[in-house]
């Protein structure tokens, strides 16, 4: 485990192990060794042993997880709702989504010639795996947000889009993510995402599985 100062990109500490004990010794050294008392949020995954640990080290510190984990959340919603979806399309001999799995998964970017026009077939059907993918692309825009107030608008938009979709699998999306921010200060969520780049960077230098980093 690794904990990195977002604002100063540098590594703070690093701990073998992910389980509470060890997360709670990396943060009392890092506390030990710094002056934290300015410090607003903690991003990581969502390891619970992270979430715990954080929060018995600085308790009054917000936690906040990170945008590689939220997508991810966000793809098993969509993987879900397609599993869902295509039992029931299976029961009526319907093979409309049998073997789309890593399409609705791919980067279109990064997709053949061929997964591209029957990926493009899947999303003009009315399907609820299609509108749970496209849930999810739109959440990436916030992202590109610049102001927290536009921010919070974004969100509670996308929030409400997902509610109001009735899709298949409609907790995974909320459980994972909207209610997951619900709980926190978006002004801390944008805040460490818009510096979510430095940390991938400086990830490239160091040898070490990155699981958790501080800010």
Same mark, same amino acid.
């Given at each position: 485990?690794?904990?990195?100062?977002?604002?100063?990109?540098?590594?703070?500490?690093?701990?073998?192990?992910?389980?509470?004990?060890?997360?709670?010794?990396?943060?009392?050294?890092?506390?030990?060794?710094?002056?934290?008392?300015?410090?607003?949020?903690?991003?990581?995954?969502?390891?619970?042993?992270?979430?715990?640990?954080?929060?018995? #080290?600085?308790?009054? #510190?917000?936690?906040?997880?990170?945008?590689?984990?939220?997508?991810?959340?966000?793809?098993?919603?969509?993987?879900?709702?397609?599993?869902?979806?295509?039992?029931?399309?299976?029961?009526?001999?319907?093979?409309?989504?049998?073997?789309?799995?890593?399409?609705?998964?791919?980067?279109?970017?990064?997709?053949?010639?061929?997964?591209?026009?029957?990926?493009?077939?899947?999303?003009?059907?009315?399907?609820?795996?299609?509108?749970?993918?496209?849930?999810?692309?739109?959440?990436?825009?916030?992202?590109?947000?610049?102001?927290?107030?536009?921010?919070?608008?974004?969100?509670?938009?996308?929030?409400?889009?997902?509610?109001?979709?009735?899709?298949?699998?409609?907790?995974?999306?909320?459980?994972?993510?909207?209610?997951?921010?619900?709980?926190?200060?978006?002004?801390?969520?944008?805040?460490?995402?818009?510096?979510?780049?430095?940390?991938?960077?400086?990830?490239?230098?160091?040898?070490?599985?990155?699981?958790?980093?501080?800010?």
């Amino acid at each position: 485990s690794i904990a990195y100062d977002l604002v100063r990109g540098k590594v703070l500490e690093v701990m073998k192990g992910r389980d509470k004990k060890s997360s709670q010794k990396l943060l009392r050294s890092v506390k030990s060794k710094n002056d934290c008392n300015n410090l607003q949020a903690v991003s990581m995954d969502m390891w619970k042993s992270y979430i715990n640990a954080s929060r018995e #080290v600085f308790p009054s #510190v917000d936690i906040v997880h990170d945008k590689f984990h939220i997508i991810k959340y966000l793809n098993n919603g969509v993987d879900k709702t397609r599993k869902i979806e295509n039992t029931k399309l299976s029961k009526h001999k319907d093979k409309s989504l049998k073997r789309t799995k890593y399409l609705f998964l791919k980067n279109p970017d990064n997709m053949t010639e061929k997964q591209s026009l029957r990926f493009e077939e899947l999303k003009k059907m009315n399907l609820k795996t299609s509108k749970a993918w496209q849930i999810k692309e739109n959440f990436k825009g916030f992202y590109n947000v610049e102001r927290i107030n536009s921010g919070k608008f974004f969100f509670n938009a996308w929030y409400n889009d997902v509610i109001n979709s009735y899709l298949l699998a409609v907790d995974d999306f909320l459980s994972s993510t909207a209610k997951v921010a619900k709980k926190i200060k978006i002004f801390f969520l944008f805040l460490i995402l818009v510096t979510y780049n430095k940390y991938c960077s400086a990830l490239d230098k160091v040898q070490t599985e990155s699981e958790f980093y501080n800010h």
